[in-house]
């Protein structure tokens, strides 16, 4: 079997017979699951020679790409027909009882007809990642280790047969949103994983930038997404492995994850494996961190295991600004310069059934969010307040609470307010239910 980095990704398939190598190309690889087929296009027969090949066939040339030795080994032939093949595959990756099988004029299927190989696990549906638990650094820095903090979007590349697609924290379908990190399922090739990082775009200075990031968020339409790469690139910025090659990881601790992550060597133009301190001081790296301008740090322990959806104190975040997610629960119209739009968001934190009242940001938008939202929020208009309590804030109008947003502040009041907030941005990977008050 050959990996052939084409035009696309397809696994060659050839069994030697009368002299030559029979040849099918798999464009989703060998099934390991009975319970599902794959395609299998016949191709032209190849030479006996052909089967140690490796290396790159020429532009210009039928196949041209990198083609490269997934597997070799023996097999037995059990029955072959025009129309039907069982081979029982003897390699180094691939063992079993397989039936290749014809279903049209030039459309094959390979089955599985063995049970799944002996530990081996498919890519979980869904998962939900694990949070940080804000707080300070560790009084110790035994047994820890320091990740800087990227101020992106959270989300989960689920990579398999050469394709990814990417799911938000509140399990969004997100691939169409980022096509320039598509491919990354291409870097991986034939390697099953799950992986879990942050996307991230970058200001002009080389600094993550939540702002900038907005303008890619909430493009659903892939030709204008496409459109974006140019003048907004991302990063997909990978810090943890999840399953991998079948075998899910969440049990195993996070310096072997680790050290598996590191293993699959992603660096590219839109995907970096940042590092890990293990053995730094952690007020140093968080001091390095804000120097850079970046967000702070995240602490993980480094024997934690890794539990989905949970918001952990084996994780910690520690940041060296003030941010927050709030909700929004209505808007005071525009005045002066702002005459005819939206003027301030009316926030709050949800409390019991409604919303406990936080305050009003007013500073921080730009005329593209500006316009934005005021289009958003004359969709999701309400009569009814969703505050547990009337804010003392005149002219509002009110929202049904439903839209999450973040922003930066310099304090809390004693009365429970955000002091001088600004907004940064709306947070649709995000839901009501998940925004607590942060320390």
């Known amino acids: 079997m050959h990996e052939h980095h084409a035009r696309t990704l397809p696994w ?44 790159e066939i020429p532009e210009g040339e039928y196949g041209a790409g990198s083609v490269s030795l997934w597997d070799e080994g023996d097999f037995e032939c059990e029955k072959c027909s025009e129309r039907e093949v ?6 180094r990756r691939v063992t079993g009882r397989y039936a290749l099988f014809q279903t049209g004029t030039r459309r094959w299927m390979i089955h599985r007809m063995d049970p799944p190989p002996r530990d081996w696990q498919p890519l979980p549906d869904h998962l939900s990642p ?22 992106g979007v959270r989300a989960l590349a689920y990579v398999e047969r050469g394709r990814v697609h990417f799911r938000s924290r509140n399990d969004l379908n997100i691939t169409a949103t980022y096509p320039e990190l598509h491919g990354i399922g291409l870097a991986l090739g034939s390697r099953q994983a ?15 930038s939540f702002t900038r990031l907005q303008r890619r968020m909430h493009v659903a339409e892939l ?3 496409r459109r ?19 075998r899910p990881l969440l049990d195993v601790p996070y310096d072997r994850r680790r050290e598996l992550l590191v293993s699959l060597r992603l660096e590219g133009a839109h995907w970096s494996t940042p590092q890990a301190f293990t053995d730094r001081v952690g007020t140093d790296v968080l001091r390095a961190a804000l120097g850079r301008g970046l967000e702070g740090v995240v602490c993980k322990r480094r024997d934690s295991p890794y539990q989905p959806g949970r918001r952990s104190q084996l994780w910690v975040k520690v ?26 968001l009316v926030v709050g934190i949800p409390k019991g059934d409604g919303l406990a009242y936080v305050g009003k940001v007013g500073t921080g938008f730009s005329d593209e969010a500006l316009e934005a939202l005021a289009r958003r929020l004359a969709e999701i208009r309400r009569t009814q307040c969703p505050f547990t309590t009337v804010p003392p804030v005149p ?18 009041t004693r009365d429970g307010r955000l002091r001088q907030p600004s907004w940064r941005g709306l947070r649709p990977d995000k839901s009501p239910a998940e925004v607590v008050r942060e320390s």
Do not use: C
């Open 395 to 412: 002219q509002v109008l009110w929202v049904e609470p439903m839209l999450v947003g973040e922003v930066e502040f310099a304090q809390w």
């Open 319 to 344: 940041k060296g600004r003030r941010t927050q997610e709030v909700v929004i629960g209505g808007f005071t119209p525009g005045k002066g310069h702002r005459q005819g739009r939206l003027g301030a």
């Open 228 to 246: 974006l790469t140019a003048s907004v690139p991302v990063t997909y910025v990978v810090f943890d492995v999840l399953h991998l090659d079948g």
């Open 86 to 91: 069982v081979v029982v595959l003897h390699g």
């Open 194 to 208: 799950l992986l879990d990082g942050e996307i991230v775009a970058w200001d002009d200075a080389g600094r993550p």
């Open 12 to 55: 060659d398939f050839r069994l030697e017979h009368d002299g030559v190598l029979v040849s099918w190309a798999l464009p989703m690889g060998v099934p390991m699951d009975p319970g599902r087929n794959h395609l299998a296009i016949p191709t032209e027969d190849h030479p006996l020679e052909y089967a140690g090949f490796e290396g």
């Open 130 to 151: 694990m949070l940080a638990q804000p707080g300070p650094l560790p009084s110790s820095d035994e047994g820890w280790a320091y990740e800087l903090k990227w101020d």
């Open 223 to 225: 030709a204008r997404a």
